[in-house]
């Protein structure tokens, strides 16, 4: 296990972690308060860490601090905990800091397992990766190009856009949003049940889905005789001959199915 | 305690029972630390398995079960029988399981779990994100969903470490919100949730099963220690109800 203590002010640092065997299957968990995550998938058999943190200040700032430190020399900015660490073929990359200047550049091998979490605030990228994908931000957009695998998804705030290029193994896959737009781009051939909800916004597609509006109705009279109505409406879809369930579901934004 | 109890109802079901333990077990089914449905239960799955000669734990099994058991007795409010009852069928499935595999080669016959069973026990034994999301999904396809696999979703909900399987739960369990249990374990798994999106979803699945819950209530089960960013998120989502 690696773990880093370490001042990232603008610096940056970076660490080669390998695989204990390269025929198992791999992956990598990341688990951060707050940061910039970018994944791409290599030819390379190891994981490449690049991080820094990218402090701005404001003009201002930096001219109070320069008065402040006149004839000092900096000595240490910011320590922050970064722990990386491998077992059983599987990467971890853990930080407990609040730092939303902190990023992380990462190459991996193409064919990789990645869960992405961020509890607080950070975006999150990936680029052709052959493997299943899990990210689950707090304040972020999700963008991923060139995915080959499955993809499930949620940002309290932020917009999903995702490309497939495949999707190998079909299972359920979900994408949930607050107030973001979800924007998807699948294969034209791929087999799906859609479950799609826009709460406030609309859906658009060019895909060949069938669709139809469904309105859940539940009609209740409390205790006290009051009446209850709720009218709950998703809109069911069925691309092409159907299949393993899709579940897209923002609240303020609106959801694009793209033909690939 | 609730271990003691455990072991009890186990003895008592494999004729183990010495004289001063089943003293005792009469006399905590007498003051109600123990309920005869628990016993039942127990009683149940043993039968759902008795095809097959019943295998008694390995010392290892016997510590990862006690150990899991006190792990789960540790988590703060959730009902302690739903627990024993989760950790009782995942010690008989994966006895029966790991039991048919090891006289597999003596006897042809196999344990044969329902499909019920089989998917609580991929569900309970699986680590991958996908799978699980894949496992909860379709429990809500099942015709035959019965009472331990929505016990099952719901403890997933209030414990699993992924926010996306805790999102799938609640999706899987619409189809059962009118169910007066199923509610109650929504209210329930209030408190255990730290992100604004599993709440905003929980509510709205609250709202589905068709009985009144005021913003007020809501918030009076949330867990009051969450991050201040955490609750100013939540105000701001729960106006989108």
Same mark, same amino acid.
């Given at each position: 296990?690696?773990?880093?203590?370490?001042?990232?002010?603008?610096?940056?640092?970076?660490?080669?972690?390998?695989?204990?065997?390269?025929?198992?299957?791999?992956?990598?968990?990341?688990?951060?308060?707050?940061?910039?995550?970018?994944?791409?998938?290599?030819?390379?058999?190891?994981?490449? @860490? $690049?991080?820094?943190?990218? &402090?701005?200040?404001?003009?201002?700032?930096?001219?109070?601090?320069?008065?402040?430190?006149?004839?000092?020399?900096? @000595?240490?900015?910011?320590?922050?905990?970064?722990? +990386?660490?491998?077992?059983?073929?599987?990467?971890?990359?853990?930080?407990?800091?609040?730092?939303?200047?902190?990023?992380?550049?990462?190459?991996?091998?193409?064919?990789?397992?990645?869960? *992405?979490?961020?509890?607080?605030?950070?975006?999150?990228?990936?680029?052709?990766?052959?493997?299943?994908?899990?990210?689950?931000?707090?304040? =972020?957009?999700?963008?991923?190009?060139?995915?080959?695998?499955?993809?499930?998804?949620?940002?309290?705030?932020?917009?999903?856009?995702?490309?497939?290029?495949?999707?190998?193994?079909?299972?359920? +896959? +979900?994408? +949930?949003?607050?107030?973001?737009?979800?924007?998807?781009?699948?294969?034209?051939?791929?087999?799906?049940?859609?479950?799609?909800?826009?709460?406030?916004?609309?859906?658009?597609?060019?895909?060949?889905?069938?669709?139809?509006?469904?309105?859940? $109705?539940?009609?209740?009279?409390?205790?006290?005789?009051?009446?209850?109505? *709720?009218?709950?409406?998703?809109?069911?879809?069925?691309?092409?001959?159907?299949?393993?369930?899709?579940?897209?579901?923002?609240?303020? =934004?609106?959801?694009?199915?793209?033909?690939? | 305690?609730?271990? $003691?109890?455990? *072991?009890?109802?186990?003895?008592?079901?494999?004729? &183990?029972?010495?004289?001063?333990?089943?003293?005792?077990?009469?006399?905590?089914?007498?003051? =109600?630390?123990?309920?005869?449905?628990?016993?039942?239960?127990?009683?149940? @799955?043993?039968?759902?398995?008795?095809?097959?000669?019943?295998?008694?734990?390995?010392?290892?099994?016997?510590?990862?079960?006690?150990?899991?058991?006190?792990?789960?007795? &540790?988590?703060? =409010?959730?009902?302690?029988?739903? *627990?024993?009852?989760?950790?009782?069928?995942?010690?008989?499935?994966? %006895?029966?399981?790991?039991?048919?595999?090891?006289?597999?080669?003596?006897?042809?016959?196999?344990?044969?779990?329902?499909?019920?069973?089989?998917?609580?026990? %991929?569900?309970?034994?699986?680590?991958?994100?996908?799978?699980?999301?894949?496992?909860?999904?379709?429990?809500?396809?099942?015709?035959?969903?019965?009472?331990?696999?929505?016990?099952?979703?719901?403890?997933?909900?209030?414990?699993?470490?992924?926010?996306?399987?805790?999102?799938?739960?609640?999706?899987?369990?619409?189809?059962?919100?009118?169910?007066?249990?199923? $509610?109650?374990?929504?209210?329930?798994?209030?408190?255990?949730?730290?992100?604004?999106?599993?709440?905003?979803?929980?509510?709205?699945?609250?709202?589905?099963?068709?009985?009144?819950?005021?913003?007020?209530?809501?918030?009076?089960?949330?867990?009051?220690?969450?991050?201040?960013?955490?609750?100013?998120?939540?105000?701001?989502?729960?106006?989108?109800?």
């Amino acid at each position: 296990m690696l773990l880093i203590g370490c001042s990232v002010f603008g610096q940056e640092e970076m660490v080669n972690i390998p695989f204990k065997s390269s025929d198992q299957a791999k992956s990598l968990v990341i688990d951060l308060n707050e940061g910039e995550v970018s994944i791409v998938g290599t030819d390379r058999t190891d994981v490449l @860490v $690049r991080y820094q943190s990218h &402090r701005s200040q404001s003009e201002g700032e930096q001219e109070g601090m320069e008065e402040k430190s006149k004839g000092l020399s900096k @000595v240490s900015s910011g320590t922050k905990k970064i722990e +990386m660490s491998s077992k059983e073929n599987q990467i971890m990359i853990r930080s407990d800091s609040y730092d939303a200047n902190l990023s992380f550049a990462i190459e991996v091998p193409k064919t990789i397992d990645l869960n *992405i979490d961020i509890d607080f605030s950070g975006n999150v990228s990936i680029q052709d990766i052959q493997g299943n994908v899990n990210v689950e931000l707090a304040s =972020g957009d999700i963008r991923i190009q060139g995915l080959n695998g499955l993809l499930n998804a949620s940002s309290d705030e932020g917009d999903i856009h995702v490309q497939f290029v495949n999707i190998p193994d079909p299972k359920t +896959m +979900m994408w +949930m949003t607050t107030s973001g737009d979800i924007d998807v781009s699948l294969p034209s051939d791929y087999s799906a049940k859609l479950k799609v909800k826009a709460d406030k916004g609309d859906v658009y597609s060019d895909l060949n889905i069938q669709f139809q509006e469904k309105v859940e $109705r539940v009609q209740d009279t409390d205790e006290d005789g009051s009446f209850r109505y *709720i009218n709950n409406s998703w809109t069911y879809g069925t691309l092409n001959a159907g299949g393993p369930e899709i579940i897209i579901i923002t609240k303020l =934004g609106d959801i694009y199915l793209r033909k690939l | 305690m609730e271990e $003691r109890n455990n *072991i009890l109802i186990q003895k008592f079901h494999q004729n &183990r029972l010495e004289a001063a333990e089943k003293d005792e077990l009469e006399m905590k089914i007498e003051q =109600g630390d123990i309920s005869l449905e628990e016993l039942d239960l127990f009683q149940d @799955v043993l039968q759902a398995t008795s095809n097959d000669p019943i295998l008694l734990p390995s010392a290892r099994m016997d510590h990862r079960f006690y150990a899991h058991l006190d792990q789960l007795n &540790r988590k703060q =409010g959730w009902p302690i029988k739903l *627990i024993g009852k989760i950790a009782a069928a995942i010690l008989i499935l994966l %006895a029966a399981f790991l039991g048919g595999r090891e006289t597999g080669t003596r006897q042809e016959k196999v344990p044969q779990l329902s499909p019920s069973q089989q998917t609580l026990q %991929a569900l309970l034994s699986t680590k991958d994100i996908s799978e699980k999301i894949h496992l909860v999904s379709s429990i809500s396809l099942q015709n035959d969903a019965d009472a331990v696999l929505i016990d099952a979703l719901l403890y997933t909900l209030c414990h699993d470490e992924s926010k996306n399987v805790r999102l799938a739960c609640i999706h899987a369990l619409l189809a059962y919100s009118t169910l007066p249990e199923v $509610r109650t374990g929504l209210i329930h798994a209030i408190q255990f949730q730290e992100s604004s999106l599993i709440l905003l979803h929980l509510a709205e699945a609250i709202n589905t099963s068709g009985k009144k819950m005021s913003k007020e209530a809501f918030h009076s089960h949330i867990n009051k220690s969450l991050p201040i960013f955490v609750q100013r998120k939540l105000e701001a989502v729960l106006t989108h109800l």
